[in-house]
């Protein structure tokens, strides 16, 4: 079966720390797609980034990072010294062969000031 | 930003009472879903397209329906809309293959009282 599961329901920090969301995943397919969502408190749901099976290496989007590791079936997502703007819920999703994205639940990630 | 527009962006119905959400779209996208978000369940699929009046039921599709007559456009059909219908649909959309990254428009509020 395929799953995915945002370890943290929720995260607070405080503003310029730096933090982690975990995104674990099951699938028995060798080619699938990871994504991350953004969906901040106005509402709408914004793309992050899309990472393939293949492809191992980490990416790295101005204070956004993202860790993919297939011998842990993880890819999570490092925001470097956190504003109050990241606040925000954040999807981590799985995608296979039958068009269909498996979400996780969300992480909301509460930035104080 | 990717042109999709819903309309209503909110609705007030009554149970029983037949409920028409309209995704319209100005990308050509070969695909387009219908999701809704609740509380505690992140997003879940109601149905999909790949095509003009290519259609196929997603996790939720109970209780819905859909009709893709234009490639921009992509309707969705409460029959008869109960309370537990009350929830934020989504429209996304998606081109190239199955695989690509979803972009969604803003949401409608539904609710059946």
């Known amino acids: 079966a395929q799953k995915v599961t945002q370890v943290q329901t929720e995260i607070s920090v405080v503003e310029k720390e730096d933090v982690t969301l975990d995104c674990v995943y099951e699938t028995r397919d060798t080619t699938y797609y990871l994504f991350w969502y953004k969906q901040p408190p106005s509402g709408e749901l914004v793309f992050l980034i899309r990472r393939n099976s293949f492809d191992e290496q980490n990416e790295i989007s101005g204070r956004y990072s993202w860790n993919f590791q297939k011998s842990t079936s993880s890819f999570n997502f490092t925001i470097t010294a956190s504003q109050v703007v990241d606040s925000a819920v954040y999807f981590c999703?799985?995608?296979?062969?039958?068009?269909?994205?498996?979400w996780g639940a969300g992480t909301k990630l509460i930035i104080k000031p | 930003d990717a042109g999709i527009t819903q309309s209503p962006r909110h609705k007030v119905t009554e149970t029983g009472t037949p409920v028409t959400l309209r995704c319209h779209q100005t990308e050509n996208h070969r695909y387009m879903y219908w999701y809704r978000q609740d509380p505690g369940h992140g997003l879940r699929l109601i149905h999909y397209?790949?095509?003009?009046?290519?259609?196929d039921k997603g996790e939720v599709s109970d209780g819905y329906s859909v009709s893709r007559s234009k490639t921009e456009d992509f309707l969705l059909t409460l029959e008869s809309a109960t309370s537990s219908q009350t929830s934020v649909y989504f429209c996304?959309?998606?081109?190239?293959?199955?695989?690509?990254?979803?972009?969604f428009g803003p949401g409608t509020r539904l609710t059946v009282l």
């Open positions: 397209s790949y095509g003009v009046k290519d259609t």
């Open positions: 996304a959309i998606s081109g190239g293959d199955s695989y690509n990254e979803q972009f």
């Open positions: 999703a799985l995608n296979q062969s039958n068009y269909q994205l498996i």
